[in-house]
C-alpha cells in the first residue's frame, strides 16, 4: 500500500471533515479543531452561487432514523475572500490541523487564479471537487467532470502544474466503475484521491402533495445521497481502487462514517484518512472524541503502532467471485439459552431462504435448524435480535478447497448442494 | 491497601441488586435509544456534570473503556454513583423522553455497565503530575474525602486519609443500602481509586485535634460525614430491640444481624434512611413493618420512587404520628403514639403501635463541633460552613459533603470533594486564599 496522504498533509489523526456544511466557515472549523478533527476540507470554493431554501431530506427504517441523508446544496453561498481570510486565521491559529480547501471551478484560468489564492490563504492541500452530483454538473462542473476520465484527468494536470501543495481528486460515485476515474486522476498526477461524493437521489416523495422531496415550492430535483446507507457503496469504491495494481495512490475514504468501527473498516480497505459529513450533521463535532478513543483502544488490543500498520491489511482478502472457495460451509446454530422466542429467523429462512428453520415439534418456542439443507445464507442470523444467539459454525465436510474455475478447469469435486433441490 | 476480608456471611448478601447488570447487548441497545441532546438537562441535573450523552454515544459504538473514560474525568466515584444515585431525581428525572410521554433512558444502569467493564478489565485513565512535595489530611474516607484525594494526588500532592472505622469508604461501605451496592463493590471502589497512587489511607485513626494536623500537613480537607443516629429523648427509649437505623445498617452491611422472632417492627421517621430501613426489614423477612411519620405521606422527605417500591413490597405507614413512650417488659412490645397535627403532637390524643423491633431513623447528629473550635471554621447548627470552593474560612482548611451540606448524597459528595480539591491546588500554588 502506499502510504497515506497524511504524510504529505500533516494532521494530528486522521480524522477529517468532509467538505460540506460543517466546514462552511472559520467560526465552525475553529470549533471542530477544539473539539478534536484533525483535519478539515473547506465547503466547496468557486465562482458565487445562490441556494435553494429547503435543502435536506432524510429517510427513516423504522426506528433508524436517517439511514440515509440528502441534499440539493450547491458550493460555498459565502465570499471568496471572507473563506480565504477565514483559512488564513484558521491555519494561523491551528497551524498543526490540516486545511484542505475544496474548489470547483470551470476554465483554466479560474482554476490558476484559485488554486493561487487557496495556497496564499495557507491550505496543505487542495482537494478538487469532481463529484456534487446537482446543480453544478448541470453549469459543467462537479460530477459532470468526474465521469470524464478525459476531461478529470485534464484537469487534474492542471491543478497539479499550478499548485504546491498535495492534490486531492474528489471522486463521484455516480459512474459504473470507480476504476477507470481512479486512474485518470493518478494519470493527472493527484497525489491522492478522496471517495464518494454524494449518490444520485430521491430522497422520498410528499404522498399527498405529489412532489418529490426535498420540495422547493411545488417542485423538487435530484439530490446527493449519503450518510449511513452509503457506506457499504463507498466501502467498495475503496477496495475496488486500493486492490488495483495500477492506481497505488494514497486514499481518503468517505460516506456514510459515524463511528470509529466505520472509520476502521475504511482504514482496512486501504483509506489513510476519512472523512466524515452526515453524522457530524446531525450530531455535531463532539463525536470525534468517540472515532478517537475507539481507534486508539482498537489499535491498542491489536497491538498497531501506527495506522501504516492496518491501512489496508484487509485488501488483500478482496477478491474475485471466481476465486472464493465453493467447498468452505457454514450452518446456523441457534442457542437455545439465549434465544427469545421470537421466531423471525424461522419466517426469513421459510418465506426468504431455503426452509430449513421449523418450530420445535416438542412445542418450544426455540426453533429448529435442520442442518442437512441449511445454505448457510446468514439470513437468520441477520435478523435474530439477540447478539450470539445464532451463530453461524463451519462444517467440516471432508471436501478440500476448490473455486468454480478450478471446478471448471480440472474437475476438482464440489461438495453436493442443498436447500431443497428436490 | 491490606485490610480484614469482608465476612462471606454478613446478613447483606441475601439482598439481590434492585438494577441487575446490563449485558453488552443489552447496554447497547439501550444506547442507542438515547437522544444525544445538546446541552443536556441530565448533565445539568447531575452534580459533577458527567457528559452524560458522550459516555452513552460511546457505549452505543462498541468503545466501553471511551464510555468509562469519560464518566471518570468528572466523577472518580462514577462506579458506586451508578448504583447508588437517585438517578429517578437528578439525570433520569430530567430526560427528555419524560416530555414524549415514553420511559426515560436507563442513565444509571448504563453507568454502571461502562464502569463495571473498566473494574473488570483494570483500565488505567489517571496520570499523577510530578510531586509536588505538598501533603494534605483528609479528615473521613467517605466519597467526599476519596474524591477530593483522588483528584490533589492527580494534581501531584500526596494525600494522607484519616478514618476512624476499621474500613474505608463512610457511607457506601456502611449505609447505602445492599440492594443498591454492597460493602464489596464499596470497598473495590476504594482500591481503585487508591490505585492512583499517592495516597495513604490510616484506618482506626479517630481525629480528635484538628489542630495538631496543621503542624504535619499543608492542608486539611474535613470529609467526617454525620455522626450517631439521633434520639427522640422519650421514656423508654433505651429499652432492648430499640437500635439507630444508620447503625442497625452498618450492622446488616458488615456483620450479621437476627430478626428471628421479630413479628413486627417500626421505622421512627420519613426520610430515606427510614425508608430504606423499612424495606431491609421487609426482605430480611419480617412480616409486619410500618414507618411511623409525624406527618402525612406526601411530607415524607423519602424519595416517593423509593417508597412507592417500599409499599410494593408490603411496608405499611402510620402518619401523623410521633412515639411518646416505648414500653414492654425487659425489651419494647408497643410504642405509645400521640397523634400529630402539622407534624406536632395534639395533647391527649395518644394510640399504641405493637412492635418488637424499633428503628429510629429521625436524623444524625452533626460533627463539626471539634472544628468549629479553630479560629476561622463557622459552625451553622453542628454543619461546618464554607463557601462554593469548599473553603471554610481557616487558611488551609476545606469541607465536603454530608458534614458541610448538611446530608446530601455520595454525588454530591464527590462533586463537593473534587471542587475543594481545585481550590486546595490553587492555595498550595499560592493562589488565592494563600
Ligand atoms: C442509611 C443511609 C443510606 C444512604 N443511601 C444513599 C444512597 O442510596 N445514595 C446516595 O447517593 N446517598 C445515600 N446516602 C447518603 C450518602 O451516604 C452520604 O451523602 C455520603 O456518604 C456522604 O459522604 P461523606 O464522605 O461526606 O461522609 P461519610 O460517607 O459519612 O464518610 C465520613 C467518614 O468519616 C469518618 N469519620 C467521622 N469522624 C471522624 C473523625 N473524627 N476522624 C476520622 N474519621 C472520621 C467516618 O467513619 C466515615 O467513614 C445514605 C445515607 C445513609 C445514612
Ligand atoms: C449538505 C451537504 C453538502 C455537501 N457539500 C459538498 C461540497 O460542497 N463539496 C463536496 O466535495 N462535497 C459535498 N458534500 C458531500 C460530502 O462531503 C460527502 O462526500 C458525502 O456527504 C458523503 O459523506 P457522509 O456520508 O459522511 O455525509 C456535501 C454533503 C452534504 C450532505
Ligand atoms: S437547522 Fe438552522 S438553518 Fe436549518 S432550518 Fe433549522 S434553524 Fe434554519
Redesign the pocket.
Known amino acids: 500500500m502506499p502510504g497515506p496522504l497524511t504524510k504529505k498533509v500533516p494532521t494530528p489523526n486522521p480524522f477529517w471533515l468532509a467538505s460540506a456544511p460543517p466546514t462552511n466557515s472559520g467560526d465552525q472549523v475553529k470549533r471542530a479543531f477544539d473539539a478534536g478533527w484533525g483535519g478539515a476540507v473547506w465547503k466547496a470554493l468557486g465562482q458565487p452561487i445562490q441556494n435553494v431554501s429547503s435543502r435536506f431530506g432524510s429517510t427513516n427504517y423504522f426506528a433508524g432514523r436517517h439511514v440515509g441523508f440528502n441534499n440539493i446544496e450547491l458550493i460555498t453561498d459565502r465570499p471568496l475572500e471572507a473563506n480565504f481570510r477565514e483559512i488564513a486565521e484558521v491555519k494561523r491559529l491551528y497551524p498543526k490541523n490540516a486545511v484542505i480547501a475544496s474548489l470547483m471551478v470551470e476554465s483554466r484560468a479560474e482554476w490558476r487564479d484559485i488554486i493561487r489564492r487557496a495556497i496564499d490563504a495557507g491550505a496543505d492541500g487542495l482537494e478538487l471537487n469532481f463529484g456534487c452530483p446537482h446543480g453544478m454538473c448541470e453549469r459543467g462542473m462537479g460530477s459532470a467532470v468526474g465521469q470524464e476520465p478525459k476531461v478529470n484527468e485534464e484537469i487534474t494536470s492542471w491543478a497539479v502544474d499550478y499548485s504546491t501543495v498535495p492534490v486531492l481528486v474528489k471522486l463521484t460515485p455516480n459512474v459504473s466503475d470507480i476504476v477507470p476515474h481512479g486512474l485518470a486522476a493518478k494519470r493527472g498526477g493527484a497525489h491522492g484521491v478522496s471517495l464518494i461524493n454524494t449518490i444520485k437521489s430521491v430522497i422520498g416523495v410528499d404522498i399527498d402533495r405529489f412532489v418529490p422531496l426535498p420540495r422547493v415550492g411545488d417542485l423538487a430535483t435530484n439530490g446527493g445521497y449519503c450518510g449511513a446507507a452509503v457506506k457499504p457503496i463507498a466501502l467498495h469504491m475503496v477496495a475496488a481502487l486500493a486492490r488495483h495494481p495500477d492506481f497505488r495512490l494514497p486514499l481518503s475514504g468517505i460516506g456514510g462514517i459515524a463511528t470509529w468501527r466505520d472509520a476502521v473498516e475504511f482504514m482496512l480497505l486501504g483509506s489513510g484518512t476519512v472523512q466524515v459529513c452526515t453524522e457530524v450533521m446531525l450530531r455535531g463535532y463532539g463525536i470525534v472524541g468517540d472515532l478517537i478513543e475507539g481507534l486508539t483502544e482498537y489499535m491498542r488490543t491489536h497491538g498497531f503502532q501506527r495506522l501504516d500498520d492496518f491501512v489496508g491489511r484487509a485488501v488483500p482478502a478482496f477478491r474475485e467471485w471466481g476465486e472464493l472457495d465453493l467447498n468452505y460451509e457454514v450452518v446456523a446454530k441457534i442457542d437455545a439459552t439465549t434465544c427469545i422466542g421470537c421466531q423471525r429467523c424461522l419466517v426469513a429462512c421459510m418465506d426468504g431462504a431455503h426452509q430449513c428453520i421449523h418450530p420445535d415439534p416438542s412445542g418450544s418456542r426455540v426453533p429448529v435448524v435442520d442442518e442437512s439443507e441449511c445454505v448457510g445464507c446468514n439470513l437468520c442470523q441477520i435478523v435474530c435480535p439477540v447478539d450470539g444467539c445464532v451463530t453461524m459454525e463451519q462444517v467440516a465436510n471432508g471436501y478440500a478447497p476448490a473455486t468454480w474455475r478450478e471446478h471448471e478447469a480440472a474437475g476438482v469435486l464440489l461438495r453436493p448442494k442443498k436447500g431443497s433441490h428436490g | 491497601m491490606t485490610r480484614d476480608p469482608l465476612s462471606p456471611d454478613r446478613t447483606e448478601v441475601v439482598f439481590a441488586d434492585a438494577k441487575p447488570a446490563y449485558t453488552p447487548a443489552q447496554a447497547v441497545i439501550e444506547a442507542e435509544r438515547c437522544h444525544q441532546c445538546h446541552d443536556a438537562p441530565c448533565v445539568a441535573a447531575c452534580p459533577t456534570a458527567i457528559d452524560i450523552p458522550g459516555f452513552i454515544r460511546r457505549i452505543a459504538t462498541g468503545n466501553a473503556r471511551g464510555a468509562a473514560g469519560t464518566i471518570f474525568a468528572s466523577n472518580v466515584l462514577g462506579m458506586s454513583?451508578a448504583r447508588?444515585?437517585?438517578v429517578e431525581v437528578l439525570c433520569v428525572g430530567r430526560c427528555v423522553y419524560h416530555e414524549q410521554g415514553l420511559p426515560p433512558i436507563a442513565i444509571g444502569r448504563l453507568q454502571r455497565y461502562a464502569t463495571d467493564a473498566a473494574f473488570a478489565a483494570g483500565w488505567t485513565f489517571f496520570q499523577r503530575a510530578p510531586e509536588t512535595g505538598r501533603t494534605v489530611a483528609l479528615?473521613?474516607?467517605?466519597?467526599?474525602?476519596l474524591a477530593c484525594a483522588h483528584r490533589l494526588s492527580v494534581l501531584g500532592h500526596r494525600c494522607v486519609i484519616?478514618?476512624?472505622?476499621p474500613l474505608?469508604?463512610?457511607?457506601?461501605t456502611?449505609?447505602?443500602?445492599p440492594h443498591?451496592m454492597r460493602a464489596d463493590r464499596a470497598l473495590a471502589e476504594v482500591d481503585w481509586v487508591l490505585s492512583v497512587g499517592g495516597i495513604e489511607v490510616r484506618t482506626g485513626?479517630?481525629?480528635?485535634d484538628p489542630e495538631a494536623l496543621e503542624r504535619e500537613y499543608d492542608a486539611v480537607f474535613v470529609?467526617?460525614?454525620?455522626g450517631e443516629d439521633a434520639c427522640l429523648g422519650v421514656p423508654g427509649e433505651d429499652l432492648p430491640g430499640i437500635f439507630g437505623?444508620?447503625d442497625f445498617?452498618e450492622r446488616l452491611k458488615l456483620g450479621t444481624v437476627s430478626l428471628a422472632g421479630v413479628g413486627s417492627a417500626a421505622v421512627i421517621g420519613g426520610g430515606?434512611?427510614a425508608v430504606?430501613a423499612v424495606r431491609e426489614l421487609r426482605t430480611l423477612g419480617v412480616p409486619r413493618v410500618r414507618l411511623v411519620y409525624r406527618g402525612g405521606e406526601s411530607a415524607m422527605s423519602g424519595y416517593a420512587h423509593e417508597w412507592d417500591v417500599a409499599k410494593k413490597e408490603g411496608a405499611e405507614a402510620v402518619w401523623n404520628a410521633v412515639p411518646v413512650a416505648f414500653e414492654g417488659d425487659g425489651a419494647v412490645r408497643r410504642i405509645r403514639c400521640a397523634v400529630t397535627r402539622d407534624r406536632r403532637p395534639v395533647p391527649g390524643e395518644e394510640f399504641f403501635v405493637e412492635a418488637d423491633r424499633v428503628l429510629l431513623a429521625i436524623g444524625?447528629a452533626k460533627?463539626g463541633e471539634?472544628f468549629g473550635r479553630l479560629p476561622g471554621i463557622s459552625l451553622d447548627r453542628g454543619r461546618v460552613v464554607v463557601d462554593a470552593d469548599g473553603f471554610t474560612g481557616r487558611r488551609g482548611w476545606y469541607a465536603?459533603?454530608?458534614?458541610a451540606n448538611g446530608?446530601?448524597?455520595?454525588?454530591?459528595?464527590a462533586a463537593e470533594?473534587r471542587r475543594a480539591a481545585d481550590a486546595i491546588h490553587r492555595h498550595l500554588q499560592g493562589g488565592r486564599d494563600a
Open positions: 454513583c447508588v444515585c437517585p479528615i473521613g474516607a467517605g466519597p467526599a474525602s484519616l478514618e476512624k472505622r474505608p469508604g463512610g457511607l457506601n456502611t449505609g447505602v443500602a443498591k485513626v479517630e481525629v480528635t470529609g467526617v460525614g454525620l437505623a444508620v445498617i430515606n434512611t430504606d444524625q460533627l471539634i465536603g459533603g454530608d458534614c446530608g446530601k448524597e455520595v454525588v454530591n459528595a470533594g
